[in-house]
Nanobody
Framework: QVQLVESGGGLVQPGGSLRLSCAAS????????INWYRQAPGKERELVAS????????NYADSVKGRFTVSRDNAKNLAYLQMNSLKPEDTAVYYC???????????WGQGTQVTVSS
């Protein structure tokens, strides 16, 4: 059974940090690019960060560049999103998705809420 499970969300003050995790099971994790998206209330889902399969090339939305870091551990079937210097506008549900490097087949997690507020 294919699963992507995000964890690590929560409430944090502006300027704080959180690390989101994405645990994968039921498929060959190393064959999939990992993307982190977020969706704030009333807004469209936004691609925040991505990391390729082997090689681990990364890409970031301008809004998070320099503050967020995406990484992966193929041996543990885990991906991470380290979020530093958080701002209230980072408040959203964050989703992990896995996209096959050849077929484009995509899986989604259920999302984890991140709230940045004082």
């Amino acid at each position: 059974q294919v699963q992507l499970v995000e964890s690590g969300g929560g409430l944090v003050q502006p300027g704080g940090s959180l690390r989101l995790s994405c645990a994968a099971s039921g498929f060959t994790f190393s064959n999939y690019h990992i993307n982190w998206y977020r969706q704030a209330p009333g807004k469209e889902r936004e691609l925040v960060a991505s990391i390729t399969t082997i090689g681990g090339r990364t890409n970031y939305a301008d809004s998070v560049k320099g503050r967020f870091t995406v990484s992966r551990d193929n041996a543990k079937n885990l991906a991470y999103l380290q979020m530093n210097s958080l701002k209230p506008e980072d408040t959203a549900v964050y989703y992990c998705s896995a996209r096959h490097r050849i077929t484009g087949s995509t899986f989604w997690g259920q999302g984890t809420q991140v709230t940045v507020s004082s």
